[in-house]
């Protein structure tokens, strides 16, 4: 590869909001997307929330001109709504499902459903390795009592850990996607310090789009204003996210969003605003990221943050265990009254009442060690999450121990550090 | 690192078959193992079926002098039963929980309930970056009906691609497990081909222990003689596999297994055969790896092992699409049958007979409606995995169509060659 290498990549996200009979005028809006990405060229569109198969087909053949490869990522019951479009070919493409995802008995939200994951594809470009990561997290019905909160942070681990895990030989990372995180909570935090990624938004010199670079707009017809209501503006929370490994630089030339109208016909394409980003990557001489000095001190961004991180999993492991232990409760009553039930019917009287009252008891019983198990397997990945956290929290405790001439080797996200290390 | 250099590693591997409650002698067997792990001082122990987390917590302190990094991989509702004990500072670890894992109805083979994955190490020893994975697949109950088959091919290729996609910056990969694969099934040469692993018992010039390698033969008490009838020196279905990459060279010295017995007492230590390899590596000049000529002839081992995983996923992808059409007719009859139930209860007459059938008629619809979600669940998973295999297979043709100028980019296992492809 030439020293004066210089690469533009020009990248576009969108959760599409692609619900078969629920999104309102899905079917026009999946077209205008199609040409939309066919008119503009980009070499990278990845997009989310596009749940039917037939949706992605369509697009595969509308697009096949300009994008020739593309992949759709299959996953849980209903599919976990990712897809990417590339003009290069994808070199090769895995995927991992968050261990939680929610809770199967909220139907009415559905995520448990879905399989939210995070797929990768790893493309060859003139000599440079990229690896592209499309995510999608859990998302938040309601800020002020979030359900959800733990499983959101945890799917923030996995997916910093996966992309940490599988970004060893990549050039250059780019992490798109709708977080349903806003820029300062935890799990985003958490995904940041550890991958060492870096925000397009906060990076560009050059942003033009909606206010503070928000994804969700009142401007934006398919918006449930009602939601929005607390935030004039619009809330952050899709991102288009990279970093550079191995002695290359990545830098933000424009970034660029959808107002809430659809850049041609003024109708949206989505309830989400469209993010488009190009990056330009060039060759430069290895030197120490400015981030790999945070790994250290005991109150450094990274070691904060998994603190945090640990205290919201201790609470949501002793939440899942009250949970199960409430449903062994129910258990427990389920049987007895089963037992009872069973005298009374053999002993004749009241034969009648106690053949009714079968059914909702076994059906109490069943529902209950279906709650007790789940609520088990909650607690067991929530305990695997912490445990993680804890050995990464341990090894950034011991770099400080180790004083400051091992700083280089302490940012735990960044690879070369770690290779370095014992070396 | 010096030109020299060379390493000694001693491991241990064990499926431990420790349930409780049902595995014979488990609290004395645990115990011993303890004590032969501590007098032999290896560089890594790798068990599986560890099934409950109090015998790892009692592993762990018997184990601290020797081995002080030791780590537990949570997982589904049981736990994955992989642990670790290592004698090297844990640097990194993760893991890969596999999308399909038998079914859930088959209650009394508890496969499902499992949430059977893949852990990975990451050491650094002298400079040298090791991944060691250890792994258990689904249990084969028939050999002659095998209705897992499809799951275990599914599991032995994300197995594959695990390994391929997290290892791209190892120096050394080592494999340990329960594969539940004899050394020709699909998924074992799948494994083999796609990560160009190589097995120890096939390598070394120094082999001790049961005949043809087995790793369950009937000498051990705790071994269900029956089922090992049609073997008669047993079988092998427990594997130490490994490979170097980037300019290390790696060979196995000596590979032991127990025979039935106990290395001292003369009681064994499971139902499964122990495995204890010395495996040397040194540094190595940079040379074509003999696995890189293999990808790109039309009939090549690679090519002709991912057609013959095709062709079983397709059956199997059927199979399951059949299953859930089965489940949607009884969902239709259900809901007939409620329908009509709910009439002649309102109607009067048979009232009480119309009462007493709601029950099994819910159940019924519950039941049917559950098989149908998991077997669309299971179809994705088939899907997925397909896709992934046909991408592979259609990278091995066109490499195949430029020519064999193109071969050393074509081992799809090896990513030096990947690397190199574009530069």
Not at 27 to 38: E, T
Request: aromatic share 8%; proline share 4%.
């Amino acid at each position: 590869m030439k020293p004066n290498f210089s690469m533009r990549l020009r990248v576009f996200n969108l959760n599409c909001w692609a619900i078969p009979y629920l999104s309102k005028h899905r079917a026009d809006r999946v077209k205008r997307l199609a040409d939309f990405l066919n008119l503009e060229s980009f070499d990278l569109a990845l997009l989310q929330e596009v749940w039917s198969e037939q949706d992605f087909q369509y697009l595969r053949q509308k697009l096949l001109p300009t994008y020739p490869s593309a992949h759709y990522f299959r996953s849980g019951i209903i599919g976990s709504g990712l897809c990417v479009f590339s003009k290069h070919p994808i070199q090769e493409f895995t995927q991992h499902v968050y261990t939680l995802n929610g809770y199967p008995y909220m139907i009415h939200h559905g995520d448990w459903f879905c399989g939210k994951a995070v797929g990768l594809l790893v493309l060859h470009l003139s000599g440079l390795v990229l690896n592209a990561y499309v995510t999608h997290l859990h998302a938040e019905y309601n800020r002020q009592k979030d359900i959800y909160l733990a499983h959101r942070v945890v799917q923030a681990w996995e997916l910093a850990h996966f992309i940490h895990h599988t970004s060893k030989k990549a050039d250059v990372v780019l992490l798109c996607g709708d977080l349903n995180l806003h820029p300062k909570d935890l799990g985003c935090r958490l995904l940041k310090e550890w991958t060492g990624l870096r925000d397009a938004y906060l990076e560009t010199r050059d942003f033009k789009g909606s206010e503070e670079g928000c994804t969700m707009v009142p401007d934006n017809c398919y918006v449930n204003q009602k939601e929005l209501q607390p935030f004039p503006c619009g809330i952050r929370i899709d991102y288009v996210l990279y970093k550079a490994v191995s002695g290359f630089y990545i830098s933000c030339k424009t970034l660029k969003t959808t107002t809430g109208l659809d850049p041609h016909s003024g109708s949206p394409l989505s309830d989400h605003e469209a993010l488009m980003a190009t990056l330009c990557v060039r060759h430069s001489p290895p030197q120490e990221d400015p981030s790999s000095t945070h790994g250290a001190a005991e109150n450094s961004p990274l070691v904060t943050v998994l603190r945090e991180a640990l205290t919201e999993l201790d609470q949501a492991v002793a939440q899942a265990r009250r949970w199960a232990t409430c449903a062994g409760y129910v258990i427990g009553l389920g049987l007895l009254l089963l037992a009872v039930l069973c005298s009374l019917a053999a002993g004749g009287g009241v034969r009648e009442v106690a053949i009714l009252l079968w059914t909702p008891s076994v059906g109490l019983l069943l529902g209950a060690g279906a709650v007790y198990t789940f609520h088990m397997q909650e607690a067991k990945g929530l305990c695997k999450a912490r445990a993680e956290l804890q050995h990464v929290l341990g090894r950034a405790r011991e770099a400080q121990d180790l004083g400051p001439e091992s700083q280089p080797a302490l940012s735990l996200g960044h690879q070369e550090g770690n290779r370095a290390e014992d070396q």
